[in-house]
């Protein structure tokens, strides 16, 4: 069983920063790949990023330039460095660790981009 936390969220305005962290809370610390998803209101969970166990990061288009992710270290946390950020970023981050056929999902964190 894989579980993580994220944390970092918050209010932005628009054109500022945040970083969200994921950490891995259980004994698993290993992964394949971990990724981060939001769900916007109203709208359904999409892929943001993901980072995976050779390092290669994957970024969705809307993300790409201005979102990074990175592994932090000790291992057991994953980090996602927001700029440039903006209102249609607004939505609820969750991460998702996986290794072999465990998986994880926090509970999320809430990111606010105000105008």
């Known amino acids: 069983q894989v579980h993580v936390q994220e944390s970092g969220g918050g209010l932005v305005q628009a054109g500022g920063s945040a970083k969200l962290s994921c950490v891995n809370i259980?004994?698993?610390?290993?992964?394949?790949?971990v990724s981060w998803y939001r769900r916007a209101p109203g709208k359904e969970r999409e892929f943001v990023a993901s980072?995976?166990?050779?390092?290669?990061?994957t970024y969705a288009g809307s993300v790409k330039g201005r979102f990074t992710v990175t592994r932090g270290n000790p291992g057991n946390t994953v980090f996602l460095d927001m700029k440039n950020l903006k209102t249609e970023d607004t939505g609820v981050y969750y991460c998702?660790?996986?290794?072999?056929?465990?998986?994880?999902w926090g509970q999320g964190t809430r990111v606010t981009v105000s105008s």
């Open positions: 998702n660790w996986v290794w072999g056929r465990a998986d994880g």
């Open positions: 980072f995976n166990s050779r390092g290669t990061t």
């Open positions: 259980g004994t698993m610390l290993n992964f394949d790949y």
